[in-house]
T-cell receptor, first 111, second 114 residues
Framework: LAKTTQPISMDSYEGQEVNITCSHN???????ITWYQQFPSQGPRFIIQ???TKVTNEVASLFIPADRKSSTLSLPRVSLSDTAVYYC????????????FGTGTRLTIIP | DTEVTQTPKHLVMGMTNKKSLKCEQH?????MYWYKQKAKKPPELMFV???????INESVPSRFSPECPNSSLLNLHLHALQPEDSALYLC?????????????FGPGTRLTVT
């Protein structure tokens, strides 16, 4: 699995757009990029997944440049409830690949 | 129903005890996972079952023994644990064993070994 690098922590004010970038220089052709959110004392929750270009759902957008060596999770108009740890994961569908969580980004929303 | 349930929510056990953690899902998922998570660290994969067969064992000590009695249930049997095994134990499931499949996580069991 491609190793990922994310900022350890970020702070943002309520109502702002937050962008969290993940670097994955060794991403393979068949790898997908997946983001999970985790609140304290809860299990992670799937946010969004993409392969290339841009993916958007009701919660977030995921931007992936053409070389796919990085990706950016965009959270529009954050609120206090978006305070959580965000994990970027990269992996493919082949064989018994496992999902390895990186260190994650601890996002704190300030009122 | 998109829920993964785990019992118990909290567990305190001595180093000579035997206990079990239970996980259940009714989404028809055929892959089920155990993770261990220490405070302020990411979840670490322990075991993966695919179609009720153990597919991945991440070199976990034998004092942790997984069991998948059927496609909806996953157990983790604990015996002779050490204090450093205290952690949040998370269960997850996905449609099949495939990295791109969304994993649904349970709330976890907070284990304390005394």
């Amino acid at each position: 699995l491609a190793k990922t690098t994310q900022p350890i922590s970020m702070d943002s004010y309520e109502g702002q757009e937050v962008n969290i970038t993940c670097s994955h220089n060794n991403i393979a052709t068949n790898d997908y990029i997946t983001w999970y959110q985790q609140f304290p004392s809860q299990g992670p929750r799937f946010i969004i997944q993409g392969y290339k270009t841009k993916v958007t759902n009701e919660v977030a957008s995921l931007f992936i440049p053409a070389d796919r060596k990085s990706s950016t999770l965009s959270l529009p108009r954050v609120s206090l409830s978006d305070t959580a740890v965000y994990y970027c994961l990269v992996g493919s569908n082949f064989g018994n690949e496992k999902l390895t969580f990186g260190t994650g980004t601890r996002l704190t929303i300030i009122p | 129903d998109t829920e993964v349930t785990q019992t118990p929510k909290h567990l305190v056990m001595g180093m000579t005890n035997k206990k079990s953690l239970k996980c259940e899902q009714h989404m028809g998922h055929r892959a089920m996972y155990w993770y261990k998570q220490k405070a302020k660290k990411p979840p670490e994969l322990m075991f993966v079952y695919s179609y009720e067969k153990l597919s991945i064992n991440e070199s976990v000590p034998s004092r942790f023994s997984p069991e998948c009695p059927n496609s909806s249930l996953l157990n983790l049997h604990l015996h002779a644990l050490q204090p450093e095994d205290s952690a949040l134990y998370l269960c997850a499931s996905s449609q099949v064993l495939r990295v791109s499949d969304e994993q649904y996580f349970g709330p976890g069991t907070r284990l304390t070994v005394t």
